[in-house]
């Protein structure tokens, strides 16, 4: 029952609240943080977390009031970009691309603000933002293992764990979905592009490429080595709570996931897989 409680939303948000008191009180002693950092946040990659840990590093009293911070609500973001297309006759194609462009220029909208120290949220790399904004804001980026990730991400969006089957994830696995989720690096990190290429071999390159142009990647399965680097960067120790935990999930998994079923997964994630051992190479040590 204790367990239970300890993973609700409504215990979350009480202890976001309860952190954000406290780093209110260690900045008054520290001072806020100085650099400006944009957190490109991956889905099921840990960012929840890692972000409100980032955010706590600019809270202050007088934050509160000059709102000095963004977090995109993905939901909102996109149920205005719908709502502001809703007379233009687009594909289903295109919808994903708009919508992203949609996002974006609102991430260039909040780096605009002379008050804004922190963006964080479900965005695609832009080449306009970095551009315009990389001598004033560090990107920032946290990946995960794509098979450990786009497992997670299908379990996160399921309501009745507990009923799933194998034929239900064999479903998914067929799905549009699944491939778009095997890309997510490539297009994440790649950018958007209108053709809605993220397989191609050019695709990846240009998410390896663009890997570059992050002031510092982590990676979930190295949390620590995370921490360290950003201290080292930005002079200051993240304290990094695990928040949207799942332990049905878990179980779920360890039932369901077959060697034969990771295989295909790990087929699926082949794009971001290529973008993921070349960050882990070039970026882990560093």
Do not use: W
């Amino acid at each position: 029952m204790v367990s239970n409680l300890l993973t609700t939303p409504s215990f979350d948000k009480a202890l976001r609240t309860l952190d954000a008191i406290a780093a209110i009180g260690n900045n008054v002693l520290e001072g806020s943080l100085d650099t400006k950092i944009f957190y490109l946040h991956l889905h099921k990659c840990g960012g929840t977390s890692i972000a409100q840990a980032i955010k706590a590093c600019y809270q202050s009293f007088s934050s509160i009031i000059e709102h000095n911070t963004f977090h995109l609500n993905g939901a909102a973001a996109s149920s205005a970009a719908r709502k502001y297309f809703e007379d233009t006759p687009i594909t289903a194609e295109d919808n994903d691309y708009l919508i992203g462009k949609f996002r974006e220029s609102l991430l260039l909208y909040y780096m605009c603000q002379p008050n804004i120290n922190y963006i964080a949220g479900h965005f695609s790399f832009s080449e306009a933002a970095y551009q315009n904004f990389s001598d004033k804001y560090a990107f920032v980026t946290v990946l995960r293992n794509p098979v450990k990730r786009l497992i997670s991400a299908y379990f996160y969006s399921q309501q009745e764990i507990s009923k799933l089957s194998e034929e239900d994830l064999l479903n998914f696995l067929d799905s549009e979905r699944a491939l778009r989720g095997g890309y997510m690096y490539v297009k994440s990190i790649g950018g958007l592009v209108q053709s809605g290429d993220y397989t191609s071999e050019a695709a990846i390159k240009r998410a390896q490429e663009n890997l570059h142009k992050f002031r510092l990647i982590g990676f979930l399965e190295h949390k620590e080595v995370f921490i360290e680097q950003f201290e080292q960067k930005f002079g200051r120790k993240l304290k990094i709570r695990n928040y949207n935990q799942n332990s049905k999930a878990k179980t779920a998994k360890q039932s369901l996931i077959s060697e034969k079923i990771e295989a295909k997964i790990r087929e699926i994630c082949q794009p971001d897989m290529e973008v993921y051992e070349y960050a882990l190479t070039h970026f882990l040590s560093r």
